[in-house]
């Protein structure tokens, strides 16, 4: 698995983002895929996860509502919209083949580089 994230960027608070992250291996179509964050100077936060199929999505409460994942198995692609952003929202986001229950760390399953969102105005 060979995940590369796309999409980020500076955007005003309110505002919106899509982004993307795509699987040059053609594998992950087998694995439940999960946004997760890092805040400068914290640590991870998951965002965002879907199920292989696509038809289940999980998300904490800090997201529910604002964000969406999805995915399209046939273009090897998870997708994370984010709307009505907030400063708070600034991170550098990850895809990753974990789960809301799995340790998170960067050394546990696979991780792409990240692409960094930026809130402000």
């Known amino acids: 698995v060979q995940l590369v994230e796309s999409g980020g960027g500076l955007v005003q608070p309110?505002?919106?983002l899509r982004l993307s992250c795509t699987d040059s291996e053609f594998t992950f179509r087998n694995?439940?895929?999960s946004w997760v964050r890092q805040a400068s100077g914290k640590g991870l936060e998951w965002v965002a996860g879907v199920a292989i199929d696509g038809e289940v999505a999980d998300y904490p409460d800090s997201v529910k509502g604002r964000f969406?994942?999805?995915?399209?198995n046939a273009k090897n692609t998870v997708?994370?919209?984010?709307?009505?952003?907030?400063?708070?929202?600034?991170a550098l986001y990850y895809c990753t083949t974990l789960t809301p229950y799995s340790h998170l760390r960067r050394d546990n399953g696979y991780w792409g580089q990240g692409t960094q969102?930026?809130?402000s105005s």
């Open 14 to 16: 309110g505002g919106s």
């Open 31 to 33: 694995y439940y895929l």
């Open 68 to 72: 969406t994942i999805s995915r399209d």
């Open 79 to 90: 997708y994370l919209q984010m709307n009505n952003l907030k400063s708070e929202d600034t």
């Open 117 to 119: 969102v930026t809130v």
